[in-house]
């Protein structure tokens, strides 16, 4: 079966960092992305990993783990800005545009 | 120009109504999406175009039809629709299998 889960909400201050964690049991896994959207707004595109690491962008970094299932976000430098729904979406090697989505993660930013 | 764009942003329409949604994208992008959301859920894929030709249909009723003109536009017309169909309606392209999908700001659809 295909299978992503993650959090349903999280809260978090502004200023400090957190981390938004993803497991998904798909077979033929090939990668994971991550996407931030805000209420009423489409998702915009946050991060890609294919190999297993971190990659780092600016504030945000996303770290997989092939072997163990798992990814996570980090956020660092938390504004409140940052207060959106994160959502994980794995793609299989059957199929690249068909995303497999997590039911997505609910940051709460509290100044 | 790294944009999707949709339109109309928002439409109220009757169950005996036709209408369509529209969307653009000039990224030179093969790949175009349409994918239905209901609150706190996450997108749900409806089609995918591939250089033009449908590729992925996810079991849709056939009240949803759409099409591709052409490699920057991509329809969705509707007819007959139920109230349960009332949702955030997006679309999205991509350069091409496994690439990041980018999306436009929606429609959202209210069925009366």
């Known amino acids: 079966g295909q299978n992503i889960d993650q959090p349903t909400e999280m809260t978090a201050t502004e200023g400090a960092i957190v981390q938004i964690n993803c497991t998904y049991q798909t077979s033929g896994f090939n990668g994971l992305f991550w996407y931030q959207q805000h209420a009423g707004e489409a998702p915009t595109f946050l991060s890609y990993n294919v190999l297993d690491g971190l990659e780092e962008k600016g504030r945000f970094s996303s770290f997989l783990s092939r072997s163990k299932g798992y990814s996570y976000l980090l956020l660092k430098e938390l504004q409140m800005k940052d207060s959106a729904s994160y959502l994980c979406?794995?793609?299989?090697?059957?199929?690249?545009?068909?995303?497999?989505w997590g039911a997505g993660t609910k940051l709460i930013i509290k100044p | 120009d790294t944009e999707v764009t949709q339109t109309p942003k928002h439409l109220v329409m009757g169950m005996t109504n036709k209408k369509s949604l529209k969307c653009e994208q000039h990224?030179?992008?093969?790949?175009m999406y349409w994918y239905k959301q209901k609150a706190k859920k996450p997108p749900e894929l409806m089609f995918v175009?591939?250089?033009?030709?449908?590729?992925i249909n996810e079991s849709v009723p056939s009240r949803f039809s759409p099409e591709c003109p052409n490699s920057s536009l991509l329809n969705l017309h509707l007819h007959a629709l139920q109230p349960e169909d009332s949702a955030l309606y997006l679309c999205?392209?991509?350069?091409?299998?496994?690439?990041?999908?980018?999306f436009g700001p929606g429609t959202r659809l209210t069925v009366t």
């Open positions: 999205a392209s991509s350069p091409g299998e496994e690439y990041e999908q980018y």
């Open positions: 990224m030179g992008h093969r790949a």
């Open positions: 175009y591939s250089y033009e030709k449908l590729s």
């Open positions: 979406a794995g793609t299989t090697l059957d199929s690249n545009y068909q995303l497999i």
